[in-house]
């Protein structure tokens, strides 16, 4: 897979950042949903996302 095919789709990857208000806890979620995204997921994986 090339470079610029990895890039495409990390564009396509949506994080979502809750923050709970009973404790102020801050929660973070990246959904890898499609195939595509996950199949770049060990990537993240590797990264520690």
């Given at each position: 897979?090339?470079?610029?095919?990895?890039?495409?789709?990390?564009?396509?990857?949506?994080?979502?950042?809750?923050?709970?208000?009973?404790?102020?806890?801050?929660i973070?979620?990246?959904?890898?949903?499609?195939?595509?995204?996950?199949?770049?997921?060990?990537?993240?994986?590797?990264?520690?996302?």
């Open positions: 897979m090339s470079v610029d095919t990895v890039i495409q789709i990390a564009k396509t990857i949506t994080t979502i950042i809750l923050r709970l208000p009973m404790n102020g806890m801050i973070e979620k990246t959904m890898m949903l499609t195939p595509e995204q996950q199949s770049i997921k060990p990537l993240f994986d590797h990264l520690g996302v």
